[in-house]
């Protein structure tokens, strides 16, 4: 396994891989990885020659008041991981390498923005799409990896393919969880014991909804309650949002109807989790 942390370097010797036809899958990534992260890998190894895992902290998609300089990071094991996983090459760059002193653009995401994690965190989804097109065009993947715990994220990265024509194929993965339900995150690691023991509730809440789907509850309004309220009665976090939208669109919705979104955001002392479940309306048994 190889690391560069150059990016006219990383070209280079994709341009190599590209000449003798060979397919590359990518897996952009803040580190600290963690089975979520690996299934990706798992999925772009079965599906490309070459794997290309990028590991880079943003600084762009965090808010003046979120967790960029504590965020955890530890590369000596992410390094492990990877190569136990069957990356071929990790992107390692410096925050300087990618956003030179001159840097003279600013991409700002028009749609999909004002609702969850786009609402309440200003700007998150310009940091992400900045790296993004950066990373699209150091890497030039077939084929890139992005987990369904960042719904909104896989919508607007369609977008930014479909928009900047990108010939990339995007593939979403499903989110991998604890036993207990909890989805995996790099930032579980910051709940206390006593959150630790609440998160799964987030995960509870979702499935809950879910079943009075299939019993036949179609009301946005009410399903939204019966989330908030399970989260509030078993957790001691402070919830940021529970929405239900319409699914990749991401639209506001009375009634459910087709592929739908339900998601949650949710405040603990030192971490602010997020989860979600997608469904399609026509595939629900009830
Ligand atoms: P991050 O390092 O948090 O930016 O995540 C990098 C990629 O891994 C993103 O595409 C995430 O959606 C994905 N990811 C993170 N956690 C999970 C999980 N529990 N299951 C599946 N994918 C995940």
């Known amino acids: 396994m190889k690391i560069i942390t150059s990016a ?43 794997v290309i895992m990028s590991v880079f902290v943003n600084p762009l998609q965090f808010g003046p008041n979120e967790d960029f300089d504590s965020y955890p990071r530890d590369f000596e ?15 390692y760059p410096q925050v300087e390498e990618m956003y030179k002193d001159t840097f003279s653009f600013h991409v700002k995401v028009l749609n999909k923005v004002n609702v969850l994690c786009g609402q309440k965190r200003e700007g998150h989804f310009d940091g992400v799409a900045t790296v993004l097109i950066k990373l699209f065009n150091i890497t ?14 896989v919508a607007i990265i369609e977008s930014i393919i479909e928009d900047f024509n990108f010939p990339i194929t ?28 609440e998160a799964p509730q987030l995960y509870e809440a979702l499935k809950r909804a879910k079943s009075l789907v299939e019993q036949g509850e179609y009301d946005v309004r009410t399903l939204q309650l019966a989330v908030s309220e399970h989260i509030s009665k078993h957790t001691s976090g402070e919830i940021d949002y529970v ?7 991401l639209e506001p919705i009375q009634v459910l109807s087709g592929k739908t979104i339900i998601a949650v955001a949710v405040k603990f002392t030192k971490a602010r ?9 026509k595939h629900i048994n009830n």
Request: glycine content about 6%; hydrophobic content about 35%.
């Open 8 to 50: 006219k370097e990383l070209q280079k010797e994709v341009l190599k891989y590209r000449e003798e036809k060979k397919s590359i899958g990518f897996v952009p990534t803040m580190g600290y990885l963690h089975e979520g992260h690996m299934s990706l890998v798992h999925h772009a190894r079965k599906e490309n020659d070459l």
């Open 77 to 91: 094991r992410d390094e492990r991981l990877a190569k136990n996983n069957g990356v071929d090459i990790i992107f």
């Open 140 to 153: 030039q993947p077939n084929r890139a990896y992005f987990g369904m715990k960042d719904a909104q994220q």
């Open 170 to 197: 995007l593939v979403p993965v499903d989110i991998v969880r604890e036993e207990d339900g909890l989805a995996k995150s790099s930032r579980n690691v910051y709940l206390s014991d006593q959150e630790r023991n």
């Open 243 to 249: 929405e239900i939208l319409n699914y990749p669109e």
């Open 273 to 281: 989790l997020i989860d979600n479940i997608t469904f399609d309306i």
